[in-house]
Structure formats: C-alpha cells, structure tokens
C-alpha cells in the first residue's frame, strides 16, 4: 500500500483548519510534515490524525498550544515506556526459562522457587 500526501491546502480543508492555523502548528512542532526539495510541505494519513488530535484538544476540550505540547511528549514517554517494560518482560521470561532448565537439570526440590518465579512474571505482566 503506498502512502498517500497531501498539500497544505487539501490538508487544511480535509482537516477544516486554515493553512495558517498548520503553519502555526508547525512552528510550534507539533506538526512536521515532509518538505519536498522546492521546500512544499506534503502531509501523510498521519499527520492528518495529529492535526485532528490537536483541533480536538484545543477547540473542544480548551486546551492552548503549550498543554498540547505536553501531552503529545508524555504521549511519546508512555509509548517508549511500554516498549522498555514489554523488553523487560521477555528478559525475565528467558531468564525464568533458564532458571527452570537449571533446576530441572538438578533434579531437587523446585517447587517453592518456580512458585516464586511463576508469581513475579504474573505481577509483571498484569497490566
């Protein structure tokens, strides 16, 4: 599937905000759209999203620029945080898979410390 760009202009009426309105968006980074080499700003599916997003946030829920500069950066903090916990997640499945061969290779008792492991994956899974 290619993408699809669009002008400022179709932007602009696709997303019912004038292109001064996205100009100001984009001096305040909350917008970057491609710039091709004659310097024309095209705009993806997703950027239409985010300037949906921002109208939203401003023209309904009130929110001024500088509040919509925060929660798009928390946004982004909460997605990278997600992404850490999910690795970290699988590097204790592997290391409780580890642990559990070792135990199965010594052939004790390995009862109370897989009931330990098996509890600490639980809680860190739960969401």
């Given at each position: 599937m290619?993408?699809?760009?669009?002008?400022?202009?179709i932007?602009?009426?696709?997303?019912?905000?004038?292109?001064?309105?996205?100009?100001?968006?984009?001096?305040?980074?909350?917008?970057?759209?491609?710039?091709?080499?004659?310097?024309?700003?095209?705009?993806?599916?997703?950027?239409?999203?985010k300037?949906?997003?921002?109208?939203?946030?401003?023209?309904?829920?009130?929110?001024?620029?500088?509040?919509?500069?925060i929660?798009?950066?928390?946004?982004?903090?909460?997605?990278?945080?997600?992404?850490?916990?999910?690795?970290?997640?699988?590097?204790?499945?592997?290391?409780?898979q580890?642990?559990?061969?070792?135990?199965?290779?010594?052939?004790?008792?390995?009862?109370?410390?897989?009931?330990s492991?098996?509890?600490?994956?639980?809680?860190?899974?739960?969401?």
């Open positions: 290619s993408k699809k760009y669009y002008s400022i202009g932007a602009a009426e696709m997303v019912d905000l004038t292109q001064q309105t996205i100009r100001l968006y984009e001096s305040r980074d909350l917008i970057k759209p491609i710039r091709t080499k004659s310097n024309k700003r095209l705009f993806t599916d997703k950027d239409l999203e300037l949906r997003s921002i109208k939203y946030l401003s023209q309904e829920l009130g929110v001024n620029l500088a509040g919509i500069e929660i798009f950066r928390m946004k982004e903090q909460i997605a990278e945080l997600r992404m850490e916990r999910e690795q970290l997640i699988r590097i204790l499945f592997e290391a409780s580890y642990l559990n061969n070792l135990l199965d290779d010594r052939k004790s008792d390995p009862a109370p410390v897989k009931s492991l098996g509890s600490l994956l639980k809680l860190l899974v739960k969401e």
